[in-house]
C-alpha cells in the first residue's frame, strides 16, 4: 500500500510535466504579443514599448529557451509575475485561492447534504412520487448547464423579486447564489449514484439474512445496506472535484466572485501567460491529487478490491 | 422471413400457425426491437420530436429568410432596439418583432432560428469526426494491441488530467485570433477544438468493447475459416459495439452544443455579429437586469434542447442496452 502511494506520488511528477508543456506550448501558439492591441484593449502600446516589455519578459526569445527558463523557474516555486498586474504570480494565487477553496468546499458540502438523503429515501421508496420527484431533480441538475440556471436564478431571486444580491462575494448572502447553482450538478449526479447503489445494495444475499435473522428495518438499512451503498458514492467524489473547478471558473464569471476561476478566464483573454500557467498548475495539481486520494481511500473503504500493483 | 417454414403456395404463416395453435411473433432483427422499446419510452419519443422538429427548423431557416418569411439576423434596426416580446403586452412591442428585438434592434426570432442551425452543426459535425477517428484508432488498438494500443493509452493518461472545458477554454483563447479561427466565424476552429478534447473518450471506449469481444467464440470461429483483420473488425466487431456507441453518440451531441454555447457566452466561441444562442446571452447580459428576454429566450432554447437530447440519450440507453447502468 505504502509503495503503491509513493508510486503513484512519483507518477505525479511526469503528468504534471506534460500538462505544463502542453499548456505552454498552446498558449504561446497564438500569434501575435500578449501587449499588442488586441490583447490589451483598444488602447495600442507604441512598437518600442511592445519591444521593451517583451524583452523585459523573455518573449522575444525562442519558444523552447523560454519553456526551459520556465521550467528551471518552477522547479524553485517560482512562477513569475503577473503581465498586467506585475503582481507575483504565487501572490495573487494565494489571495484568490481561499475564495474559490471556499466557494468549492461550501458547494460540496451542500451537495452532499442534499444528495446522499435524497438518493438513499428514493431508493428506499423506489416507484413512489418521492422517487420520481427526485429523478427528475436529478435530470435537469445534470442536464440544463449551470450558466443558464444561473440566468434564470438572478432573473427570479435577484432582479425580478430583489432577494438576493448577485454580484461579488462581500457578505454570506453574496454566497447563496454562487454556492448552491455550482452544486447543482454534483448534487443532481450524487443523487443518481447514491440511489443505483442503493437499489444494488439492498438486493444482496447478505441483507436478506440481516432481515432472516430479525434485525430491525433501520439496523438493517442503516448498519448493512447504506455500509457498502457509500462505497460507490466515496470514488465518485473525485470526478466530482474536479466537475467543481471547472464549474468554479464558470459560475466565478458569472457572479463576479473574486477567486482563481474569474482570474483565469481574464488571464485567458488578456494572455497573460505566466498567470494562465501558474493557474493550470494549480488546477490540474488538484485534480490529480483528488483522482488519487480516491483511489487510495477505495482500496481501505472495501476490501474486496486489491490495489492493482 | 418467417419463423414457421411454410410449404410452399399452400399455408401463409398466420394460417398454419392458427393450425398449430401457436402464435408466431413477426421476427424482429436486434435494432427493429430496440427501436420499438424505444417508441414505448414517452419521454423518449417527447424527446426525439424535439430534436427533430429543431433539425428541420435548422434546415429551413436560410430558406425563410430569402422568402422573406423571417427578417435578417444581422440587420441592425436602431430606432427599435430592445423592444419586448408581443406577449408582454407592454408599450415597447412592435408587431413586427414577435420575440422582440435586441440593443442592436435585430430580429430575436430570426437570431434564435439562426442559432438552431450553428447548434446543430456543432452537435453533429464534431461528434461525426469523433465518431470516424474514435472507432477507427479504438479498433485497431484493441484488436491488434500492441504499439498502437500503448500510445492510446498514453495520450488517454495526459488527455484525462485535463479538464475538457478548460482545455478548450485555452484552444479557443489562443487560436481564435488566426486564419482557422475566422474560417466561418470560428466554427470550423469550434468543431476541431471539441473534436480534439474529446475522441480519446470514444476511442478508449471502443477499445474496452473489443478487447472484452475478441476473445469471444464468434471472432474466433471467423478467424478460424480465414476472415482477414479488417473483414472481422468491420463484419463481426463493429456491429457488436454500435449499441454503447450509438449511445456515447447520443450524448456526445448536447454535449458539444453546451462547450460551444458555454465559450460563446464567455466570448472566446462564435464570432459576433454571427448569432449562437451563447452570443445572444453574452450580447444581452448587459441589459440583463432592465430587459430580460433576449437573454431568456436563448436561454430556454439551450434547456429545452439539452432536455430533449438527455431525454432521447436515456431512451436509447434503455433500448439498446438495458443492462447499462446509470
Known amino acids: 500500500m505504502l509503495r503503491y502511494t509513493i508510486r503513484r506520488l512519483l507518477l505525479l511528477i ?17 500569434p501575435g504579443s500578449p501587449f499588442d492591441a488586441k490583447a490589451q484593449g483598444d488602447k495600442g502600446l507604441p512598437t518600442a514599448t511592445i519591444l521593451k516589455l517583451e524583452e523585459h519578459y523573455g518573449l522575444n526569445r525562442p519558444i523552447t529557451e523560454q519553456f526551459l527558463l520556465y521550467m528551471e523557474s518552477v522547479a524553485k516555486f517560482d512562477f513569475g509575475n503577473s503581465f498586467r498586474s506585475g503582481r507575483q504570480v504565487s501572490e495573487i494565487i494565494g489571495e484568490q485561492f481561499p475564495v474559490s477553496a ?57 432582479v425580478t423579486f430583489h432577494l438576493l444580491p448577485f454580484v461579488g462575494w462581500a457578505t454570506p448572502q453574496h454566497w447563496i447564489l454562487p454556492t448552491v447553482i455550482l452544486a447543482l450538478g454534483p448534487m443532481a449526479f450524487l443523487t443518481r449514484i447514491t440511489r443505483a447503489s442503493m437499489l444494488e445494495a439492498i438486493r444482496q444475499d447478505y441483507v436478506r439474512t440481516a432481515r432472516a435473522k430479525g434485525l430491525g428495518e433501520q439496523v438493517v438499512i442503516v448498519t448493512h445496506v447504506m455500509k457498502n451503498a457509500m462505497i460507490p458514492v466515496a470514488t465518485i467524489v473525485g470526478p466530482a472535484v474536479a466537475g467543481l473547478i471547472t464549474g468554479s471558473i464558470i459560475i466565478e464569471g458569472i457572479f463576479s466572485v473574486p477567486g482563481m476561476g474569474r482570474e ?41 478490491i486489491k490495489v492493482s500493483k | 422471413m418467417a419463423t414457421v417454414t411454410t410449404t410452399p403456395g399452400k399455408q401463409t404463416t398466420a394460417e398454419r400457425s392458427a393450425d398449430l395453435n401457436v402464435l408466431v411473433r413477426k421476427q424482429r432483427s436486434l435494432w427493429q426491437d430496440a427501436w420499438y422499446r424505444l417508441l ?105 494491441g500492441g504499439w498502437v494500443d500503448q500510445i492510446l493509452m498514453r495520450i488517454t493518461d495526459v488527455i484525462y488530467a485535463f479538464p475538457d472545458l478548460l482545455f478548450l477554454f485555452i484552444i479557443m483563447a489562443t487560436l481564435r485570433n488566426t486564419a482557422l479561427g475566422d474560417i466561418q466565424g470560428g466554427l470550423l476552429l469550434i468543431f476541431v477544438a471539441i473534436a480534439v478534447v474529446n475522441w480519446v473518450g470514444m476511442a478508449r471506449l471502443v477499445r474496452g468493447q473489443v478487447l472484452s469481444l475478441k476473445e469471444r467464440e464468434f471472432i474466433e470461429a471467423a478467424r478460424s475459416i480465414g476472415a482477414p483483420a479488417r473483414r472481422i473488425m468491420v463484419r463481426h466487431l463493429f456491429p457488436n459495439i454500435l449499441a454503447p456507441v450509438i449511445v456515447s453518440v447520443a450524448f456526445g451531441i448536447p454535449s458539444a452544443m453546451l462547450a460551444e454555447a458555454t465559450l460563446s457566452f464567455f466570448g472566446i466561441g462564435i464570432k459576433p455579429p454571427t448569432a449562437s444562442w451563447g452570443v445572444m446571452i453574452n450580447e444581452g447580459f448587459v441589459v440583463f437586469s432592465t430587459s430580460a428576454w433576449p437573454v431568456l429566450l436563448p436561454a430556454l432554447c439551450i434547456s429545452i434542447v439539452m432536455l430533449a437530447f438527455t431525454f432521447l440519450g436515456d431512451g436509447l440507453r434503455d433500448a439498446l442496452d438495458p443492462r447499462m447502468k446509470i
Not at chain 1, 511526469?14 to 497564438?30: K, R, S, Y
Open chain 1, 14 to 30: 511526469p503528468t504534471m510535466f506534460f500538462v505544463a508543456v502542453i499548456v505552454f506550448f498552446l498558449a504561446h501558439a497564438a
Open chain 1, 102 to 158: 471556499q466557494l468549492g468546499v461550501q458547494a460540496l458540502l451542500f451537495a452532499l447534504a442534499f444528495a446522499l438523503p435524497l438518493g438513499v429515501v428514493s431508493a428506499l421508496r423506489q416507484n413512489t412520487a418521492v422517487d420520481y420527484a427526485s429523478l427528475f431533480f436529478a435530470t435537469i441538475g445534470t442536464t440544463i448547464p449551470s450558466f443558464v440556471i444561473s440566468i434564470f436564478a438572478i432573473y427570479f431571486f435577484g
Open chain 1, 264 to 304: 483565469f478566464l481574464r488571464s485567458i483573454l488578456a494572455r497573460d501567460y505566466p498567470m494562465i500557467m501558474g493557474v493550470y498548475l494549480l488546477y490540474a495539481f488538484l485534480i490529480c491529487i483528488a483522482n488519487l486520494s480516491v483511489d487510495l481511500v477505495y482500496g481501505v473503504l472495501d476490501p474486496r
Open chain 2, 40 to 144: 414505448r419510452n414517452r419521454a423518449a419519443v417527447v424527446g426525439m420530436v424535439i430534436v427533430v422538429l429543431f433539425m428541420i427548423l435548422a434546415v429551413t431557416v436560410p430558406f425563410m429568410t430569402q422568402l422573406g418569411w423571417l427578417k435578417d439576423p444581422l440587420k441592425q434596426d436602431t430606432p427599435n432596439s430592445l423592444m419586448e416580446p408581443i406577449w408582454t403586452g407592454s408599450k415597447f412591442t412592435l408587431s413586427t418583432y414577435p420575440f422582440g428585438s435586441d440593443q442592436l434592434g435585430r430580429d430575436i426570432l430570426s437570431r434564435l432560428l439562426w442559432s438552431t442551425q450553428i447548434s446543430m452543426l456543432v452537435g453533429f459535425v464534431p461528434v461525426s469526426i469523433i465518431f470516424l477517428v474514435g472507432v477507427t484508432i479504438g479498433l485497431a488498438a484493441g484488436y491488434y
